[in-house]
C-alpha cells in the first residue's frame, strides 16, 4: 500500500492564488521530508528540503517566499504556493526519509515518495 | 557538483527483447543509487534500490547493476512486454538525490 500521501493529486487554480500541497507519512515517522518539481520531459529538481520543527533548506534558485514550507509534525509536510503564475504549473512530488527503518525490511533512512500532485495555474 | 546522465534519452523496441538503460554520475561517493519507473502523468515507482556496497539487484525481469567507482549503472529488462513503457529514472543519493532526465521507453507490440 502507499507510503507517502500527497493531496490533492490534481488543482487547477487562477492566476494570483495560493495553494496548499499536502505530503503525509503514513507509517512512519519522517523528521525530513522532500520536494520535488518536474517541468514537462525534464528531471525531477529538488526545490526545498523541510525539517520537522524547523525552517525548510531551499535549493539555489527556489523562491522561499514563493514556496513555503511547513514541516509541523513527523508526518506532515506542507507545500504552499503563493501567489501562483502560470509558470508554476508543473507536477510537484514529496518523498520522505524513515530515519528509523519504521517500515521494515531494510528500510532505514530509505526514501519514500509520493504520487506528485499535478497543479495548473491558469 | 553531482551530475546524472541517463542514455539514451528515448529508446523503442519490439516485444520480447532484452533490454539496458544507462546512468552515468560523475561523483562516485554515494549512498545508493535507485531505479524508478514513470508513467506519463503519474508519481514515481520504485523498481530497484542499491546500497553503496552491493554490486547488483533483482527484481523479476530487472537486474540494475552497480560500478560505483567507474560512476555507472545499468538497468537490465529481459523479455520486454508492452506495459514495460514508460519512463525510467535513475537517481543517485548523496547528501541530496540527484535525478537522470530518464529514459522513455517504448515496447513495440
Known amino acids: 500500500g502507499a507510503v507517502v500521501s500527497q493531496h490533492p493529486s490534481r488543482v487547477i487554480c487562477k492566476s494570483g492564488t495560493s495553494v496548499k500541497i499536502e505530503c503525509r507519512s503514513l507509517?512512519?515517522?519522517?523528521?525530513?521530508m522532500f520536494w520535488y518539481r518536474q517541468f514537462p520531459k525534464k528531471s525531477l529538481m529538488l526545490m526545498a528540503t523541510?525539517?520537522?520543527?524547523?525552517?525548510?533548506?531551499?535549493e539555489q534558485g527556489v523562491e522561499k517566499d514563493k514556496f513555503l514550507i511547513n514541516h509541523a509534525s513527523l508526518t506532515l509536510s506542507t507545500l504552499t504556493v503563493t501567489s501562483a503564475h502560470p509558470e508554476d504549473s508543473s507536477f510537484y512530488i514529496c518523498?520522505?526519509?524513515?530515519?528509523?527503518?519504521?517500515?521494515?525490511?531494510?528500510?532505514?533512512?530509505?526514501?519514500?515518495f509520493g504520487p506528485g500532485t499535478r497543479l495548473t495555474v491558469l | 557538483k553531482q551530475e546524472v546522465t541517463q542514455i539514451p534519452a528515448a529508446l523503442s523496441v519490439p516485444e520480447g527483447e532484452n533490454l539496458v538503460l544507462n546512468c552515468s554520475f560523475t561523483?562516485?561517493?554515494?549512498?545508493?543509487l535507485q531505479w524508478f519507473r514513470q508513467d506519463p502523468g503519474k508519481g514515481l515507482t520504485s523498481l530497484l534500490l542499491?546500497?553503496?556496497?552491493?554490486r547488483e539487484q533483482t527484481s523479476g525481469r530487472l537486474n540494475a547493476s552497480l560500478d560505483k567507482s567507474s560512476g555507472r549503472s545499468t538497468l537490465y529488462i529481459a523479455a520486454s512486454q508492452p506495459g514495460d513503457s514508460a519512463t525510467y529514472l535513475c537517481?543517485?543519493?548523496?547528501?541530496?538525490?540527484?535525478f537522470g532526465k530518464g529514459t522513455r521507453l517504448h515496447i513495440l507490440p
Open positions: 518523498s520522505a526519509r524513515d530515519p528509523k527503518g519504521e517500515r521494515g525490511g531494510g528500510s532505514y533512512n530509505e526514501q519514500f
Open positions: 507509517d512512519f515517522q519522517a523528521t525530513t
Open positions: 523541510s525539517n520537522e520543527g524547523s525552517k525548510a533548506t531551499y
Open positions: 561523483d562516485s561517493a554515494i549512498y545508493n
Open positions: 542499491i546500497q553503496s556496497s552491493q
Open positions: 537517481a543517485v543519493r548523496d547528501d541530496k538525490i540527484i
